[in-house]
């Protein structure tokens, strides 16, 4: 992993959904469980840059009826500080974090200021980002164009188009 994190130093994604949800389990006994997911967008491997589930095993064959709401808030904030990019909720970012990991912190600070309010990132992305938003399209269509395909403006063009 690059050297932490750019999140989850200059901004933390201001909202997470926490519920509860009861399920029947296989002995049919009902069992209550944590559901937690980002509603602030984040560019990282194991949460969804689309819908923002994550991929922590605590959350899911892990769980514990022990478990309290600060041991799932510590497990989040390790797995912010120490991705696990090969159990990966989101594998473009994945792939991105294992074979760029300079373009994969760029990219997290430039989400991280876009969708958390952390200090301006980098000039080179938000000028690309600019750009593709003079041609008419939509911004955050945009940032995933240009996230997604390594900030290439052609490919990320062409993906735009395509939609």
């Known amino acids: 992993m690059p050297?932490?994190?750019?999140?989850?130093?200059?901004?933390?994604?201001d909202e997470i959904e926490i519920t509860r949800e009861?399920?029947?389990?296989?002995n049919k006994t009902a069992e209550q469980r944590i559901w937690c997911e980002f509603i602030t967008k984040i560019w990282h491997?194991?949460?969804?840059s689309v819908t923002g589930?994550?991929?922590?095993?605590?959350?899911?064959?892990?769980?514990?009826?022990?478990?309290?709401?600060?041991?799932?808030?510590?497990?989040?904030?390790?797995?912010?500080?120490?991705a696990e990019p090969d159990d990966p909720q989101d594998e473009v970012v994945a792939n991105q974090y294992k074979?760029?990991?300079?373009?994969?912190?760029?990219?997290?600070?430039?989400?991280?200021?876009?969708?958390?309010?952390?200090?301006?990132s980098s000039p080179e992305y938000t000028?690309?980002?600019?750009?593709?938003?003079?041609?008419?399209?939509?911004?955050?269509?945009?940032?995933v164009a240009l996230s997604s395909k390594s900030w290439d403006v052609e490919t990320a063009t062409e993906l735009l188009l395509s939609n």
């Open 99 to 120: 074979q760029n990991p300079e373009m994969f912190k760029q990219t997290a600070r430039l989400w991280a200021h876009v969708y958390a309010g952390a200090p301006v």
């Open 45 to 48: 491997p194991n949460i969804s």
């Open 22 to 26: 009861q399920n029947k389990n296989k």
């Open 53 to 82: 589930a994550i991929c922590l095993d605590i959350l899911k064959d892990q769980w514990a009826a022990a478990m309290t709401l600060r041991t799932v808030l510590l497990s989040l904030q390790a797995l912010l500080a120490a």
């Open 3 to 13: 050297e932490s994190a750019s999140y989850t130093r200059e901004a933390s994604p």
């Open 127 to 143: 000028k690309k980002i600019e750009n593709l938003c003079a041609m008419g399209f939509d911004r955050n269509a945009v940032i």
